[in-house]
């Protein structure tokens, strides 16, 4: 099995810019998550899908955030507009049932 | 809100040395405590404990949780460079679903 595959593995756009991230996860794990990591906050929780649905949105910081699930292989993280506090490395992970999270590459992202 | 606190932030020790990682949680039905390793790149699957008073081994590695006083700890023996990494610990919940993760301990192994 190739794992979770994110991209882009890098993205550097001007404040403003519309962002979209991609994940495909493992197939079979029927939960998504998408995490974002930095040096001051960690790694936080921004959404995660089960069965495809969206579970829990309660940390996506706010409406410029979106996140979709159209099916089993595919999601988008979308920013719109981006701000330079958005600067950071974006993870998605998938997960068989309950148990340990199989994370992706990651999506390292920087808004000048 | 579930919170998890580790223990040391960061920590720097000599190759052959033993370390000892603390992470406390405060997680709602609490089901699980994961460990990860991050290197580089993404975090990666180190244990799952569910079980108090079970110890958890891979090589050089061992953990083991505590339910009654809301901790568990991650012990690496021998230590080599190779372990230098943020070690994350993550508190799952049974009706959540989601992890809730600490802000992890950076290990530095020095030669």
């Known amino acids: 099995d190739a794992g979770v595959i994110q991209s882009p593995r890098h993205e550097v756009t001007e404040m403003g810019q519309e962002v979209t991230l991609r994940c495909k996860p493992i197939?079979?794990?029927?939960?998504l998550f998408w995490y974002r990591q930095t040096m001051m906050r960690g790694l936080e929780l921004l959404i995660y899908f089960n069965n495809n649905v969206p579970i829990d949105d309660s940390g996506m910081p706010e409406d410029r955030f979106s996140a979709k699930m159209p099916n089993a292989s595919f999601s988008t993280l979308k920013i719109q507009p981006s701000e330079p506090r958005d600067s950071a490395v974006y993870f998605c992970?998938?997960?068989?049932?309950?148990?340990?999270?199989?994370f992706g590459e990651g999506s390292r992202l920087t808004v000048l | 809100e579930d919170k998890v606190v580790q223990s040391p932030l960061s920590l720097v020790v000599h190759e052959g040395d033993t370390v000892t990682l603390n992470c406390s949680y405060e997680?709602?039905?609490?089901?699980?405590l994961l460990w990860y390793k991050q290197e580089k790149k993404a975090p990666t699957f180190l244990f799952m404990l569910t079980s108090s008073g079970i110890e958890k081994k891979s090589g050089r590695l061992s953990s083991i949780l505590d339910k009654k006083e809301l901790f568990s700890i991650l012990n690496i023996t021998a230590t080599q460079t190779g372990d230098s990494a943020v070690y994350l610990c993550a508190g799952l919940g049974t009706n959540a679903g989601k992890s809730t993760f600490g802000d992890g301990t950076t290990l530095t192994v020095k030669p």
């Open positions: 992970a998938s997960r068989p049932g309950t148990g340990e999270l199989f």
């Open positions: 997680v709602t039905n609490f089901r699980s």
């Open positions: 197939s079979g794990h029927n939960s």
